[in-house]
């Protein structure tokens, strides 16, 4: 059996490696792509997760100090109440009961 490089041999040897090739590239590049979009999904995840966490701190702590201002404001606010309270109580004098029987 003569093994000699003809234009059909070698044509032969290209073609499979051509087919070769292009099934290596058909599974491939729709794993790198999955790849790559994952890398993206990641990264926004990431970034989403750190707003998510940086808005809920700073508003947290801005809501936390609005309580105590309007904790604070509705202490004083009862206090004001219990004063004004004791002063109409002072000068707005009780009715004393009537010496007069009813119905007279």
Known sequence: MESS???????????????IFTIYH?????????????IKMEDRMSTLERSVIEIREKHLLSVENDLKILNNTLQDLSR????????????????????????K
């Open 5 to 19: 490089l003809t234009a059909q041999n070698i044509t032969f040897a290209l073609s499979v490696l051509a087919i």
């Open 26 to 38: 058909f599974f491939r590049n729709p794993q790198i792509k999955t790849d790559q979009r994952n």
């Open 80 to 103: 004001t109440v219990v004063k004004l309270s004791t002063i109409i109580d002072e000068r707005i004098p009780k009715r004393l009961p009537s010496l007069t029987p009813p119905g």
